[in-house]
C-alpha cells in the first residue's frame, strides 16, 4: 500500500500565502520565493535581500494582513556585492515598469545572484523555466535577449559588462566551439 506523499513545507507555505494573496502583480512568483525561504530552502538572505521596512512594505503588498516571520538566516553580504549600484541601474532598465514590486523583485533577484548554485535554485523557485517566466514578467527586455538559453547568473552579468561598456571576455571565438560550453547554456535536457 503506498501511502500518499506529504507535501513538502515549501508547498505548505506556498498555499498559505497563496490563500492571502492581494491579486498584486507578479505575485505567483513572490508566492514561491517567500515559500521556500520559509521553509529553509534556496540561499536567500535575511528579508530576501531587501531591508526589513521594505520586507514588510512587500509582505503587506502582495498578502495583506498576513503574519510573516523571516526565518532566521545570513544576512546580505554586501562585501560580496560591489557592482550592487550597477546591477540595480541594469536592472531598473530592463524594467518593464519601476513600481515598488519591480523595485523590490530587483533586490531579491541581487541578492540570489550571490547565491552558489543557479540562479532560480538560489531564489527558491521550482525550476528554471519558473524563472525565465518570472524574468520575462519583471524585465522583458532582458528576457528577450537570451536567445542561447544562457544561464542567467551569467546572462545578467554578460549583459551589465556590455551596458557598462567594458568588452565581455571569453576565451572562445565561438560559443557553440568552447569546452565550457555546458557551464554558460542550458541543454535541452535542462529545459524540460
Known sequence: MNLPMEPSKAK?????LEAHQTGLEYGEFMAQILASHLAGEGAMPY???LKESEFEKMI???FGDLRVVAPTCAPLDE???????DLERYLASEAENLNPSTLWFIQIIIAGLLGANHLWEDLG?????????LLEAVFPKMAVKNTQNMRWKKFIYK???IAEGFVYVCRSPSCE????????FETKEEQT
Not at 79 to 85: A, F, K, T, V, W
Open 12 to 16: 505548505r507555505f506556498r498555499a498559505q
Open 47 to 49: 528579508y530576501l535581500g
Open 60 to 62: 503587506k503588498a502582495y
Open 79 to 85: 562585501s560580496r556585492c560591489p557592482e550592487r549600484e
Open 125 to 133: 523557485l521550482v525550476s528554471r523555466p519558473e524563472l525565465r517566466r
Open 159 to 161: 549583459q551589465l559588462c
Open 177 to 184: 566551439q568552447c569546452s565550457e560550453y555546458s557551464l554558460c
